[in-house]
């Protein structure tokens, strides 16, 4: 198989319907150890080449750079124009004052630095990770057109925890009066559980015509159907771990959103982290979702959720086993 091409918002760009994103990359977890080394990252982005992927999503705090690096690596040997380079900029990356946030300081610091770790002269789309409320929007607004400007970023995009689809407005509606470039992609969290950008922020991004890239297709493993209602998680799981994760998602709610999911499973014959996958692709506000994966097999197997064809009524089922309360 080989994944096919969508149009990234209103940017002429055409990336592939799933987006590989390479957070565990170099990520060292507490007892030292990395998640995803140099050369398993190669082999991930080898096996996401073969099958037709194109857009690979990264961030200047990714394994405190190092995910930037193998990617650069990797690239090296390649046709760089053959591959759509996301990054992001705003967590701290160093112990100062500026050394955080979207201050033109330490953003024409990182820009140059994620540059040169992926070893190419511009980035395709520049996320901002978060929103600084602590600097004027003209400010990195401003900071940002001017990257565009001179040439080391193609396209403009924002990534959020929670929605804010007034700040985002705001942002485009002084770009265009000032001749900024406006934000065109959103990478906001969104799967079929977590549904807080239904309503405002999903209409604000149509309207504009925002390309969505959604974090989190998996809603962080839950949607694998490794978690069963009223049992103890798997020692090994993320809920078992985390206790925060486990009150967010192990929730009665969740999990008949997850039955739902399930029956349409062994309906299409597809496991429901593939039909999961496949809900965000059918949709028709989502450009592509962004995937991760610690081995080539786990990529392999989300990576056929390209192929799985669900009805409308099956889409519509997910759709309304959960919505979000304000949308």
Same mark, same amino acid.
């Given at each position: 198989?080989?994944?096919?091409?969508?149009?990234?918002?209103?940017?002429?760009?055409?990336?592939?319907?799933?987006?590989?994103?390479?957070?565990?990359?170099?990520?060292?977890?507490?007892?030292?150890?990395?998640?995803?080394?140099?050369?398993?990252?190669?082999?991930?982005?080898?096996?996401?080449?073969?099958?037709?992927?194109?857009?690979?999503?990264?961030?200047?705090?990714?394994?405190?750079?190092?995910?930037?690096?193998?990617?650069?690596?990797?690239?090296?040997?390649?046709?760089?124009?053959?591959?759509?380079?996301?990054?992001?900029?705003?967590?701290?990356?160093?112990?100062?004052?500026?050394?955080?946030?979207?201050?033109?300081?330490?953003?024409?610091?990182?820009?140059?630095?994620?540059?040169?770790?992926?070893?190419?002269?511009?980035?395709?789309?520049?996320?901002?990770?978060?929103?600084?409320?602590?600097?004027?929007?003209?400010?990195?607004?401003?900071?940002?057109?001017?990257?565009?400007? #001179?040439?080391?970023?193609?396209?403009?995009?924002?990534?959020?925890?929670?929605?804010?689809?007034?700040?985002?407005?705001?942002?485009?509606?002084?770009?265009?009066?000032?001749?900024?470039?406006?934000?065109?992609?959103?990478?906001?969290?969104?799967?079929?559980?977590?549904?807080?950008?239904?309503?405002?922020?999903?209409?604000?991004?149509?309207?504009?015509?925002?390309?969505?890239?959604?974090?989190?297709?998996?809603?962080?493993?839950?949607?694998?159907?490794?978690?069963?209602? #009223?049992?103890?998680?798997?020692?090994?799981?993320?809920?078992?771990?985390?206790?925060?994760?486990?009150?967010?998602?192990?929730?009665?709610?969740?999990?008949?959103?997850?039955?739902?999911?399930?029956?349409?499973?062994?309906?299409?014959?597809?496991?429901?982290?593939?039909?999961?996958?496949?809900?965000?692709?059918?949709?028709?506000?989502?450009?592509?979702?962004?995937?991760?994966?610690?081995?080539?097999?786990?990529?392999?197997?989300?990576?056929?959720?390209?192929?799985?064809?669900?009805?409308?009524?099956?889409?519509?089922?997910?759709?309304?086993?959960?919505?979000?309360?304000?949308?």
């Amino acid at each position: 198989m080989s994944l096919a091409m969508v149009p990234l918002g209103r940017t002429g760009t055409t990336v592939s319907e799933l987006a590989f994103g390479t957070w565990r990359f170099g990520r060292q977890a507490d007892d030292g150890e990395v998640e995803v080394g140099r050369d398993r990252a190669h082999e991930l982005l080898n096996a996401y080449a073969a099958a037709g992927g194109n857009f690979i999503d990264t961030a200047d705090m990714y394994g405190d750079g190092a995910s930037e690096t193998y990617i650069g690596e990797w690239l090296e040997a390649r046709d760089r124009e053959d591959f759509v380079v996301a990054s992001k900029i705003f967590w701290p990356t160093r112990e100062d004052a500026n050394g955080r946030g979207l201050n033109r300081k330490h953003l024409r610091r990182q820009m140059d630095r994620i540059l040169d770790r992926l070893g190419t002269d511009y980035v395709d789309l520049l996320y901002i990770h978060r929103w600084d409320d602590e600097t004027p929007v003209d400010e990195f607004m401003r900071t940002l057109d001017g990257f565009v400007r #001179d040439g080391k970023v193609n396209y403009l995009g924002t990534s959020t925890l929670e929605p804010n689809a007034w700040k985002v407005v705001k942002a485009n509606e002084l770009a265009d009066k000032r001749g900024y470039e406006p934000f065109k992609v959103a990478q906001p969290r969104y799967n079929a559980v977590n549904r807080e950008i239904e309503g405002n922020y999903l209409d604000m991004c149509a309207d504009y015509d925002i390309g969505v890239v959604p974090w989190s297709p998996l809603a962080g493993g839950f949607l694998t159907g490794k978690y069963a209602r #009223d049992e103890r998680p798997p020692a090994d799981s993320r809920a078992a771990n985390d206790q925060r994760f486990a009150d967010s998602y192990l929730t009665p709610s969740n999990f008949d959103a997850l039955e739902v999911i399930e029956e349409v499973a062994e309906a299409v014959g597809a496991s429901p982290a593939q039909v999961s996958l496949a809900w965000l692709m059918h949709h028709p506000q989502v450009t592509a979702p962004i995937i991760g994966a610690r081995t080539v097999d786990q990529l392999g197997e989300n990576v056929v959720a390209a192929d799985i064809e669900l009805t409308n009524e099956q889409f519509k089922r997910i759709s309304a086993a959960k919505r979000h309360l304000s949308a």
